[in-house]
Structures are given as C-alpha cells and as structure tokens.
C-alpha cells in the first residue's frame, strides 16, 4: 500500500472518529436524530409492568424484545400505541404521548397494569338460604342448608362458623329496610340473641333503617332515632330524617340541622344548620368530611353545603384512594375531595348496578346487561373495560376482595368464588 493512500485512510478514520464520537456520546445521554424535524432531540423512555409478569409488549404494533417488566429507552417524542398481551389474559391498549427527557409509566397512580383473565375460574360454591354483605364489603354472612350460619372474609377468603342456628339471618324486619352491619361475629349474636332488639311488633314495621357495627346499634322507627345497645330501644333524638354510623359517632339529620352523637359520651354537637330541605336523603361519611344526597342530589358539607351533581343514587367513599364514588342508573363518577374534581368513569345506556370501586387494581367492577364488568379509572387516551363474566345468576350481587383477585357472586341460593386474575 502506498504511502499516500495509508495517509488518506488515516485520515478518513480521524475524520470518521470525529463525526461518530459525538453522536456515541450524545446517543449515550439520550440523544437522537428526528428524520421528521431533521434536528437531534432528547428522547424519553416508557416503563411498562404487569400483574402477572412476562407480558408481551407492543409499541405501534412493533413487538418489543423484552417482556414486561420492561423498560424502552430513546424513544423519540410523540404519540405511540402501547399493547400489552398475555395468554389466557384479556388485552390492554393506550395511547400516550412521550415527551422529552421524561419517563412515561403506562400504568397511572400505580406501580402495574392488572390484567384478568379471558376466562374466570370458578374455585369454591356454597349453597345457601340466605346471605348478606357488610357495609365495607368485607365479609359475607350465609345460611347453609342446614341453617347454620358462617362468614366469608372476601380479604382472606377465611370461612368462620359463628355458631348457632338461625331462621333468620338478619331479623327480616319488615319489607324495605335498609340494615347495615359490620363485625359479623358480634353482629350475628346481636341478632341471634335478641333479633327484635327489643322493639314492638309495632316499631318494627316502622324501622326505615337499622345499622350496626358490632359495638352499637341504631336504627331509625318512624321519624324516631334509637339506640338499641341496651336491652330495651333508647330515643336518642325525633324527628329525624337520616342517619349514618361512623365508629363510636352518629350523625344524623333533624330538619335544616346535621348533628353528631358521641355514643359513648352522649356528647352531641350542631354541625351545620344550613342542609337543603329534602324528602328522601342519605349520609355518607369519609375522610373527615361528611356528604349528603338529598332528593337524588349530591352535597359536599364544607363551609356550607355545597352541591356536586344530580341525580345521584347513591355514592361509597374510598378510603384508600380518598375519592368517593357516585353514581345514578347510567352514570359512575368520582369525586376528588383533595381538590373539589369530579370526573365521568362511565356513561352507559343501559342500567348499572351495584358499583364498586377497587383501587388495587385501578378498575371500577359494576353490573350491566346482565354482566360484571371493570372498567379503569385511568382516564388517558381511552378506559380500557373489560367483561369479566357473564354467568351471573337472577338478583344476584358481587363484592370484590380488596387485592382484586378474587370475585364472590351472591344470592339466596348460591355463593360462587371466582380467580378473576
């Protein structure tokens, strides 16, 4: 090789070092040439991770190389489709929009995407008489076909015996009573010892509706309120509308004013003198604020009673997330007390039933059509909603363990317990 051309690949190859060391260098801190802007720009990363693992994960219909957990680097700013898929799971979809020098997570508010199951397993069946849910949805209480009476702790999936035998699960009161309970060991003895509380055959056909968590028991006869933690009924205030148990506290109603019953002190303070005149109303209690829907509208108690929406038919507070959920017969909403923001999860045609909000996995369970379905909160680009069953049986209900994982259709005849996940 001659002198002269060594000399010019010599050259060549500085050159080329010179060109390629800065675009190494900058490729190495996140740097890269945009073909549509013709500029070099800061790209961003996407971080996908699923319950369960071992996901595949598509990028505008691209397969990645790596299943979830994964993380994709030097991606370019701007929109990208992100498809997550798994055998023998339903998929998921978004749409985002990556930005410079930023990390996307594809799940929002949590460290993974839930997906469930195309096709539920069905683990456990009881046959039952009867079956009542808690107010938190905790706890299931049923009559087996021998009138034996045991529980389903829906956190653990514990099933515990409560003794006894009982022709009534709880105290069949009267038609249309609301009764609320929590604590099934305690209340299940409450009603089994005494199932009248002491009432009147005449005060029971008046009750509109009883509540009771195991350390105290009120129930609402006529317009009257009374404390039934005693052996006989105790009037705690009269003409009452409405009332909510909160632990040791009771609030209630009593025309224009909202009151607070300390029941282990009898302490009662005024509240607010300012609730809207109603007909029908209801109290729902949750992160230090107390709620109202009156005449199917929505308040909020702040300084004075403010309104958030109508109609609303009824509405559950979170106490994880600390939203609470409303809803009519075509609408889910949550409202965000932090920051006084309401947004629409759900509007459907057709009835929804029996809303349930599990911020475990981000996704709000609800009846339509005869199904239970899940729809996600995550409100970017689109909510992805899923059908988890269709085999739900005539008037029957569902709760959803708090992890999500596990599913319980209920009526007076049959329990099923479902892996959704």
């Known amino acids: 090789m001659r002198l002269k051309t060594r000399f010019s690949l010599i050259g060549v190859g500085i050159v080329l ?4 060391t800065p675009l190494l260098v900058l490729y190495a801190r996140g740097f890269k ?29 691209k397969k990645q190389a790596d299943p979830t957990p994964s993380t994709i680097r030097f991606l370019l700013p701007g929109d990208y489709t992100v498809r997550v ?13 990556l930005r410079s020098q930023l990390v996307t997570w594809a799940a929002a508010d949590r460290d993974t995407i839930t997906l469930f199951y195309d096709q539920i397993k069905l683990s456990k069946s009881w046959n039952v008489l009867q079956a009542s849910i ?72 008046q009750i ?56 282990n002190t009898d302490a009662t303070q005024i509240i607010s003198s300012s609730v809207p005149a109603s007909v029908t109303s209801q109290l729902i209690r949750g992160n230090n604020q107390i709620y109202a829907i009156l005449d199917q509208n929505l308040y909020v108690l702040n300084d004075s009673f403010e309104k958030i929406y109508g109609p609303v038919n009824s509405a559950n507070f979170d106490p ?4 609470l959920m409303f809803t009519n017969s075509n609408e889910i909403w949550l409202y965000d007390s932090s920051n006084k923001t309401t947004q629409l999860i759900l509007r459907s045609s057709s009835e929804i ?16 059509e005869n199904k239970i379905k899940a729809i996600e909160v995550d409100g ?34 049959l329990i099923n317990q479902y892996e959704i996940r």
């Open 85 to 97: 898929e798994k055998s023998d799971y339903q998929p998921w979809t978004k749409r985002f929009s």
């Open 353 to 368: 039933k029996n809303p349930s909000l599990n911020w475990a996995t981000g996704y709000i369970f609800f009846q339509n």
């Open 320 to 323: 994880i997330s600390k939203q």
């Open 208 to 263: 509109q509706k009883a509540e009771t968590n195991g350390n105290h028991s009120v129930a609402l006869v006529g317009t009257d309120l009374l404390s039934l933690d005693n052996a006989s009924p105790v009037v705690l205030a009269k003409s009452v509308n409405t009332f909510t148990l909160d632990g040791n506290n009771l609030w209630y109603t009593q025309g224009l004013q909202l009151k607070q019953l300390n029941l």
């Open 380 to 413: 970017r680009d689109h909510r992805n909603i899923y059908t988890i069953t269709d085999d739900i049986g005539i008037g029957s209900s569902f709760a959803v363990s708090a992890d999500g994982k596990t599913l319980y259709t209920f009526n007076n005849s």
């Open 134 to 205: 808690s107010k938190l949805g905790d706890e299931i209480v049923f009559l087996d076909e021998n009138q034996k009476a045991s529980s389903i702790n829906t956190v653990s999936g514990d099933v515990t015996s409560l003794g006894g035998i009982a022709k009534n699960l709880l105290a069949q009161i009267g038609p249309g009573t609301s009764v609320v309970w929590q604590n099934s060991s305690q209340v299940f003895e409450l009603f089994q010892s005494r199932s009248k509380w002491g009432l009147t055959d005449k005060q029971i056909t």
């Open 17 to 20: 070092f010179l060109i390629a």
């Open 33 to 61: 040439f945009d073909f549509n802007t013709r500029q070099i720009v800061k790209t961003g990363a996407l971080v996908v991770k699923t319950e369960p693992t071992k996901a595949d994960v598509f990028l505008n219909d």
